[in-house]
């Protein structure tokens, strides 16, 4: 089956050793240090709260001490080859939103959850079902180590909640979000492979097969007025950055929206 295929029947597709090791290391040599530096300053926070991910690596903050590196990552992360990719499964109109990256979490006592991403915002549950089919968010997996790090359940980018998946989801009816989910499809990814799924499907993450995690997610989309007020405008480049990056559309598209948002206007 094609990408496009295999996307629009299951909610996820693998383009496997799209990068070669070469681009993993420079992602990687980037990633590295932001994630090690908010590590160290958040230790009791990432035990506390149980936390698996840091989100907004592109802050300017994280570039403090080096700013040129910001744009390098800002290129490393959205290639021509990735974003034509992307294109070719999804049409034009791709925007960047976010990154994510997702670890193991120090805290033993967090366990893998289920849900759709947008469970943990403002917005209803029965909204949320209403507009499925007409929103695109979509989760670009990159791993950093090998990993059987994620955990998809099919077909859900299309369809709503059965009642157990409902119950696990919200923890209803003595029902933890950790409980297995009957047709779930467990991801095997190497270095190099990239896994693109919808994040309004069902998914968690897994922790006990992989002895350490290291993801990076990009979190793009197509523009959606109930998503696009979360996007945060600092994640995204500068105007002078932006003039600086190459393959610059997943970014021109995500301020077009931000400044729109800022404006007031649709
Ligand atoms: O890897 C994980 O721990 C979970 C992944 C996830 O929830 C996500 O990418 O939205």
């Known amino acids: 089956m094609n990408p496009r295929d295999h996307f629009e029947a299951l909610g996820y597709t693998i383009l496997r050793g799209l990068f070669n090791r070469t681009e993993i290391s ?60 992307i294109e070719d499964i999804f049409g034009p109109g791709i925007h960047f939103h976010n990154t994510q990256l997702f670890f193991n979490p120090t805290n033993a006592e967090r366990l893998p959850y289920w849900h759709r991403d947008m469970q943990y915002s403002p917005i209803e549950d029965d909204v ?34 059965t009642e157990l998946e409902r119950n696990v989801r919200f923890e209803l009816n003595d029902s933890k979000n950790s409980d297995p989910l009957p047709n779930s499809e467990l991801i095997d990814l190497a270095p190099g492979d990239v896994l693109i799924f919808h994040a309004q499907m069902i998914h968690k993450g897994n922790y006990e097969m992989n002895s350490t995690r290291k993801a990076l997610d990009l979190c793009v989309g197509k523009y959606h007025p109930l998503t696009s007020s979360f996007l945060d405008e600092h994640v995204l480049p500068t105007k002078a950055e932006l003039a600086a990056i190459e393959n610059s559309q997943w970014y021109d598209l995500a301020i077009d929206i931000a400044s729109r948002n800022r404006r007031g206007s649709p």
């Open 26 to 85: 420079f992602i990687d040599k980037h990633v590295d240090p932001v994630y090690r530096k908010w590590a160290h300053g958040n230790n009791t926070e990432i035990y506390r709260n149980r936390l698996v991910n840091m989100h907004s690596l592109t802050l300017p903050e994280h570039f403090q001490d080096n700013p040129d590196q910001r744009v390098e990552f800002f290129e490393a992360i959205a290639p021509a080859k990735l974003t034509e990719a």
């Open 128 to 161: 949320q079902r209403d507009e499925l089919r007409r929103m695109l968010s979509l989760h670009i997996r990159i791993p950093l180590v090998e990993e059987r790090g994620v955990e998809l359940v099919p077909g859900t980018h299309r369809r709503w909640d």
